[in-house]
């Protein structure tokens, strides 16, 4: 006990003696971190690395406060350990924090005017220990703390007025209007490079920024004149999709990094200002070592080379990024005839800097399955964990959910992203003729293929999360059912999207619109976990609880790896879709379909399922080899996706851009493109007279290569 206690003393004196050199290098790792990892999130939902980098962020304010504060009240009075004082300013620096990560989620930018008051305060904090402590340590270390304060001041503030730049009411006043009438694929008919792309995303970029601004943006009828969207959308495919994936990269930049700032005059003149500084403060320390001798404490003098050759090193690298950067590039581009040496300069740099394929989606679909959660092993040491701690729900939605596409996928993501193209251009074509309308979320198709009656016509009216439940069930029932050959990618994609929207349902529930219930699946899980029961009891059972393994290469296995549903356990879903069938089948003669706006269908949505299932059969039975009927299937999943992208909420579409982009937010802003050039606008064809939604305000777009943000050099 005693040899415990004295242990504990030395750690305190151990901490009493270098705790303030401790947090000053962690303070300046956190910065690293950052900037090493800030930017990945951008086509990565990793948990691991959003844990990582979330504390990484909260940490790096906390440390530097702390630390600063503790700097105003220790005096450090004794020559050895003054240079403490000296790294006050830096502390300034590193709360400006790294110019690829200002806020970790768009709540943050809400908080400028928190960060500000911050920012008094611990202005004030720094210059009180420069006064305090460092007036008195020589001209030369004054001067030194002075210009690292100055480089401090101005990278904190214009961290502040990036988030400031990051709110939606700030979108709105950064889209330009000027009158310049240019083709808006002109760019894109030179050539179709990666470069080129990204050129003409930022030329699009304010389509952008009015969809997420919700403003409905009209393009200038001379420049729709010149233009042919069809053709030009025909004629891109897979590059109109990189087009749609850089656009929203260029607003994740805009929305959770300094990019609003440092692509203005001043933002330019920060930078060099901070470089300079930081420069001249090195200079000007190195003087006063040599003058001094050896009056500081060498581990202090140490630490001081490090915050100063990492400060340099790190500005270096902010000020290459931001003459380099494709947003330079852009702004050289609309410059025209003069600026054509330096743009091919930062072009040919900039590509092997940050190539613009790094701005492209990872291409990852989530995938969730009731069929699959329901025939898990609840004896697994997960589950049975998850349940002890009570968070058995959030254990199904990461265990459970897996990604598209996996090793065994015989469909491509470009497969997919070709099926809702394909569906898009039909629908816009529907809707120049008002064939339909963009509430449609099923009726297009179903009564394109004449099959819009009874249990179809009511399963695409109910609410939408209840019309997602109902045609998952009815899809995994049908394929397990159904006697006809279907093509195997055909076959796949229609599970992809299946599953997909069923991820969104059960996972991210506000990517959905409407008030999507995120357990409204559990009711009809526990029904089909019953009938199991009572249909085999303990024997042969699909959703019995297999012996538990006490392996430890199994249990970790299973703690750390997705059970996503691929082709696993697909015998287990076949045998429990024959009992959900065979459950249902007394009362396939006597339910009828329920009102639409009637009461919830939560707890019988099984059977209505069954009963969906039942007619797509016999809508199989009735075109015989005519036509598939996944076809039918699949392109109501189609439209459902269409539909949940353009009626999710612009605030959740630029929140999924911090945790990696989610595809049904490329499909929304591929279908403002599509609007944007047909004259498509909310039920109406006629340009001249579109009438906007509440809330919505037209602005006349005469300039698609207008300016990103502010008032560009």
């Keep these: 006990m005693r040899s415990e206690v004295i242990e504990a003393g030395k750690l305190v004196n151990l901490w009493n003696e270098w ?123 004054l001067l030194a703390s002075m210009s690292m304060f100055v480089a401090g001041l101005l990278k904190y503030g214009e961290r502040i007025w990036a988030l400031k730049c990051g709110n939606i009411s700030s979108i709105r006043s ?36 009015g969809v997420f601004a919700d403003i409905i943006m009209l393009p200038n009828p001379s420049v729709r004149s010149q233009s042919k969207p069809r053709s030009v959308i025909s004629y891109l495919g897979e590059d109109l999709y990189k087009l749609v994936e850089m656009e929203l990269s260029l607003m994740y930049d805009f929305l959770y990094t300094k990019a609003a700032v440092i692509h203005t005059w001043y933002g330019f003149c920060i930078h060099f200002i901070s470089l300079f500084g930081t420069a001249t403060t090195f200079l000007l320390f190195q003087l006063s070592i040599n003058s001094s001798g050896n009056r500081y404490s060498r581990v202090d003098v140490a630490i001081s080379y490090v915050l100063l050759v990492g400060a340099l090193v790190l500005e270096i690298i902010s000020v290459c990024r931001a003459v380099l950067s494709t947003w330079t590039c852009s702004l050289l581009h609309r410059r025209g005839r003069g600026w054509e040496w330096p743009l091919h300069i930062v072009t040919s740099l900039g590509q092997r800097v940050h190539p613009a394929s790094r701005r492209l989606w990872s291409g990852s679909i989530g995938q969730y399955n009731l069929f699959h959660l329901c025939t898990r092993n609840t004896n697994e ?78 399963s695409v009216n109910i609410d939408f999360d209840e019309s997602i439940l109902v045609w998952h069930i009815a899809t995994e029932v049908y394929i397990r059912k159904s006697k006809a050959k279907h093509a195997k990618e055909l076959l796949e994609a229609t599970e992809v999207l299946s599953n997909y929207l069923m991820f969104l349902l059960v996972v991210k529930p506000n990517m959905l619109p409407g008030a999507a219930r995120h357990n409204i699946h559990l009711t009809s899980c526990e029904q089909l976990e019953g009938q199991c029961r009572m249909r085999f009891g303990d024997k042969d059972n699909p959703v019995a609880p297999s012996p538990v393994s006490w392996n430890p290469y199994y249990i970790l296995k299973e703690l750390f790896h997705h059970d996503g549903p691929s082709c696993s356990r697909i015998p ?45 059969l016999s ?41 990696g982009c989610e595809f049904i937010t490329i499909v929304s802003l591929l279908a403002h493109h599509f609007k944007y050039y047909s004259g498509v606008f909310r039920g109406t064809d006629n340009l001249g007279e579109d009438k906007p939604a509440s809330g919505n305000s037209p602005i006349t777009e005469n300039n698609p290569m207008s300016e990103n943000c502010g008032n560009l050099v």
């Design 19 to 141: 705790g303030i050199q401790i947090l000053v290098l962690v303070s300046f790792g956190l910065q690293v971190f950052l900037l090493v990892f800030g930017g990945v999130r951008r086509h990565s939902n990793s948990t691991a690395l959003m844990f990582f980098l979330w504390s990484a962020y909260l940490l790096a304010d906390s440390t530097a406060i702390y630390t600063l504060g503790h700097l105003s009240v220790d005096s450090r009075s004794d020559d050895e350990h003054q240079l403490v004082a000296f790294w006050a300013p830096f502390l300034l620096l590193h709360l400006g924090g790294p110019d690829n990560i200002t806020a970790y989620a768009l709540e943050d930018n809400a908080l400028w005017l928190r960060h500000l008051q911050t920012l008094a305060v611990q202005v004030l904090g720094a210059a009180y220990v420069i006064y305090e402590y460092i007036s008195s340590s020589g001209a030369l270390l």
């Design 174 to 209: 950064s889209i330009s209007i000027r009158k310049v009438k240019t083709d808006p694929y002109q760019l894109l008919a030179l050539g179709t490079s990666e470069e080129d792309l990204l050129l003409g995303a930022h030329s699009q970029f304010d389509i952008c920024k």
């Design 381 to 458: 040491i997960g589950s049975r964990l998850a349940m002890k701690l009570g968070l058995e729900d959030w254990w199904n939605k990461m265990h459970f959910s897996g990604t598209f596409p996996h090793a065994n996928s015989s469909l491509s993501i470009q497969d997919i992203k070709k099926l809702v193209l394909e569906a898009l251009r039909s629908k816009e074509q529907a809707l120049q003729h008002q064939d339909t309308d963009l509430n449609s979320r099923g009726s297009f198709i179903l009564k394109r293929m004449e099959a819009y009656k009874d249990f179809a016509r009511w």
């Design 572 to 616: 287990r879903r076949e045998k429990l879709a024959e009992v959900a069938w065979s459950f249902s089948q007394f009362a396939l003669g006597s339910v009828r379909a329920p009102n639409p706006h009637g009461d919830s269908i939560r707890d019988n949505a099984n059977m209505y399922a069954i009963l969906l299932a039942n007619e797509l």
């Design 619 to 659: 809508i199989e039975l009735q075109w015989q080899d005519q036509r598939d009927t996944l076809e039918l299937i699949l392109g109501v999943w189609v439209e459902m996706s269409l539909y949940a992208a353009d009626h999710c909420s612009q605030e959740s579409h630029a929140r999924q851009l911090s945790n």
